[in-house]
């Protein structure tokens, strides 16, 4: 590793000497890799395991026996409501209103004023949702 020790000015080269004594003192102090390998391997093998049992990734006690579901992408849906000022605005009346819908209707005029011809109805008020639409005569 190069450094180039010309374009450092002296406060950085205080610094980088101050950052590389504190390395140094660290790496002193830190025992070798194979002293800590023996320990943990003996403390495995007092409680009864192995290195390799710890250290693979086994399945945790709390994971439940079923393979997780994947989220399904859902699928386009035909707009039902555009904003005539702008045709590149629409909504298909799913999830959250648009800013651009919620605007017009905070000024006064319905959702249903933008209703694109032929296609749907309104989407339902929250009211109207879990309540039978359909009767059956008896």
């Known amino acids: 590793m190069k450094f180039d020790l010309e374009r450092f000015?002296?406060?950085?080269?205080?610094?980088?000497?101050?950052?590389?004594?504190?390395?140094?003192?660290?790496?002193?102090?830190?025992?070798?890799?194979?002293?800590?390998?023996a320990e943990l391997t003996a403390m495995a093998q007092s409680w009864g395991y192995s290195i390799d049992e710890l250290v693979t990734r086994l399945p945790s006690i709390d994971a439940s026996d079923?393979?997780?579901?994947?989220?399904?992408?859902?699928?386009?849906?035909?707009?039902?409501?555009?904003?005539p000022e702008n045709k590149r605005n629409t909504w298909s009346g799913r999830g959250r209103m648009p800013l651009w819908l919620a605007h017009h209707v905070k000024?006064?005029?319905?959702?249903?004023?933008?209703?694109?011809?032929?296609?749907?109805r309104p989407t339902a008020n929250k009211s109207a949702v879990g309540q039978r639409s359909v009767f059956k005569s008896k």
């Open 107 to 120: 000024r006064g005029r319905a959702a249903a004023d933008y209703l694109i011809p032929g296609l749907a």
């Open 66 to 83: 079923k393979p997780s579901r994947r989220k399904q992408k859902r699928s386009r849906v035909a707009a039902k409501y555009r904003d």
């Open 9 to 37: 000015s002296i406060s950085e080269l205080e610094e980088l000497l101050a950052t590389a004594e504190r390395r140094k003192k660290t790496l002193a102090t830190r025992r070798s890799i194979a002293v800590v390998r």
